[in-house]
């Protein structure tokens, strides 16, 4: 005991020390309580008598460990800057509550902020101490330890991803009528080095197929890698850099062992960011190749004419849901929209969109935390009245955590509308 | 915890829907939550919750879908044993559906 304080409260303000970068004190200090980010929270216009679920709320439950235990201004005048810790047990599990409960990491608060607070990254750190001592959500954990130690968040083993891309090998033939079609596993030097999400290897290979007959089609010299082949990164969800560098540390090896020259990653929002994006600070090294969407990837095999698609073949009329990591963290938000309106007779925008539109809820592994299902459902309130207004039959996302996260509140509110993905859309306009 | 009535008997059941402990299962409750989402359980459905509950039972984990498949195929020919037709019969999914029927536990991670 500390100053009256437990084992694992005191930990976690020692981590904390560590943990801050300049960005996170910016924003743990620049924060004026306008209340812009307030209004641009999916929670908080789901529930607005609550006033727990407010993003300067949310912030001040972390921001008041900062200002008492590493800022000057909390030990001049604590009470005026609001400074506090933390000393028990339960008071942690409240935090918990909060970082992950009440929260997507969505960065849509962040991108409304006049005064820059990044909000979701302060709260990837705070969500971090808690894991450092053990506390976290036990779906997170359970897939934080399968990542850790089978290589890949869904504890899939190398025999059964082989035989599962051998099987559907053997499909794109018998679909394509050509016994010499392929799916190179650990080829050297290919163009392209194909990354994946366990869930198309365990659950819906569908992706799979749809990626290989692009690729088919294209006549692509590509690869999918034997080993570091998941792109996912429940480093981004539960704050852990070290977890974080690892897995991507593992992708970037296998591509740099193969001599790819480039990586493609598949439709998953926070894959891209995690792999793209974040892997080469936490994994504290370079990368030599480039790394892109697939869908960028599909978009230039229709522009260059390698591949010839007819938008015919998916009528009706599309809209589009952006995923938060791939258009707030990312900026990908035009290439989804060009490929998308090329391969489907209609598209409809949805309303925001790109930067601004709304989390589908269920990101920020929220998917994974059962145990906070009945408020993110709730919450998709929002969601699912901005996509009922669309009139559209099909919601088109390029993350497969949102397909889940919208599926799950298009039951809910029961809204006659199906979740794809481009790469279906994609493979299913392909002319051969 | 949240739980789930089904003739005069409460089952644990986690806030997705699926039962906690997978030995309190019976067909009935398999036949409750199925018609809860609006679904008759028809043959078809019944010969995959069965073969999902026997692998269970042998090595307390759901099969990966491959192994689904190639199994439905030798046992059920060929128009039974792929993905398409899984999809169409459990249209969220055989993992998030069927093994939910089944009594398994929720598939972990991005699902």
Redesign the interface.
């Known amino acids: 005991m500390n100053n009256g304080r437990s084992f694992k409260a005191q930990k976690v303000i020692d981590r904390m020390g560590q943990k801050l970068t300049r960005q996170m004190v910016g924003s743990l200090t620049a924060c004026v309580h306008c209340g812009m980010c307030t209004d641009s929270c999916h929670y908080v216009l789901a529930n607005p008598g609550d006033p727990t679920y407010a993003p300067a709320y949310k912030a001040d439950k972390i921001r008041k460990l900062f200002k008492h235990h590493y800022d000057w201004t909390g030990k001049v005048f604590p009470k005026w800057v609001k400074a506090g810790s933390v000393y028990t047990d339960e008071e942690l599990e409240e935090l918990k509550d909060t970082v992950f409960g009440k929260c997507t990491n969505c960065r849509r608060c962040t991108v409304n902020c006049p005064m820059g607070v990044d909000l979701a990254t302060f709260n990837r750190m705070a969500r971090g101490l808690l894991c450092h001592v053990g506390i976290m959500p036990e779906?997170v954990e359970?897939?934080a330890k399968?990542q850790w130690e089978i290589g890949n968040?869904?504890g899939?083993l190398k025999e059964?991803y082989i035989?599962?891309i051998e099987?559907q090998e053997e499909e794109l033939q018998e679909e394509m009528g050509d016994p010499d079609a392929k799916i190179p596993i650990d080829k050297k030097d290919a163009h392209i080095v194909y990354s994946i999400?366990?869930?198309e290897?365990?659950?819906?290979?569908?992706s799979i197929l749809d990626a290989a007959k692009i690729f088919y089609a294209a006549k692509e010299d590509y690869t999918m890698p034997s080993e570091g082949w998941d792109m996912?990164n429940f480093g981004l969800f539960n704050g852990d850099d070290d977890l974080g560098g690892a897995v991507a540390s593992r992708v970037y090896d296998k591509v740099d062992e193969l001599n790819g020259k480039k990586l493609v990653i598949s439709e998953?929002g926070?894959g891209y960011r995690s792999t793209r994006c974040e892997g080469p600070n936490w994994g504290k090294r370079d990368i030599a190749f480039e790394a892109e969407s697939s869908v960028i990837t599909m978009l230039r095999y229709i522009k260059e004419g390698k591949i010839k698609v007819d938008k015919s073949k998916n009528p009706g009329a599309y809209t589009f849901h952006d995923s938060c990591n791939n258009a707030r963290s990312c900026g990908l938000t035009e290439e989804p929209r060009e490929l998308l309106s090329l391969v489907v007779e209609e598209f409809r925008e949805m309303y925001p969109n790109r930067a601004e539109n709304f989390c589908c809820t269920g990101g920020g592994g929220a998917?994974?935390m059962?145990?906070?299902?009945?408020e993110r459902l709730k919450s998709a309130k929002i969601k699912a009245d901005q996509l009922t207004a669309t009139g559209t039959h099909t919601v088109v996302t390029s993350c497969?955590?949102c397909v889940?996260g919208l599926?799950d509140l298009i039951?809910h509110y029961k809204i006659d509308m199906e979740v794809t993905q481009l790469v279906h859309l994609v493979a299913n306009a392909l002319v051969m | 915890m949240a739980t789930l009535d089904f003739e005069g008997t409460s089952y644990e059941v986690?806030?997705?829907g699926y039962l906690i402990d997978w030995q309190q299962w019976n067909e009935g409750l398999a036949g409750a939550m199925a018609k809860e989402?609006g679904l008759e359980l028809g043959e078809a459905h019944w010969e995959v919750i069965k073969f999902l509950r026997d692998y269970f039972e042998k090595y307390q984990i759901a099969p990966?879908?491959?192994i689904l498949?190639?199994e439905l195929k030798k046992k059920y020919g060929k128009e039974k044993g792929n993905?398409?037709y899984l999809?169409e019969l459990y249209p969220?999914?055989?993992?998030?559906q069927a093994c939910r029927y089944a009594g398994l536990p929720?598939?972990?991670?991005?699902?």
């Open positions: 779906g359970y897939v399968e968040q869904m899939v059964d035989e599962t099987w999400n366990p869930r290897v365990k659950h819906d290979p569908r996912t998953c926070h998917m994974s059962s145990e906070y299902k009945p497969h955590n889940d599926n039951g | 986690d806030e997705d989402d990966m879908i491959k498949t190639k993905t398409k999809y969220a999914g055989p993992a998030k929720k598939p972990t991670g991005c699902v």
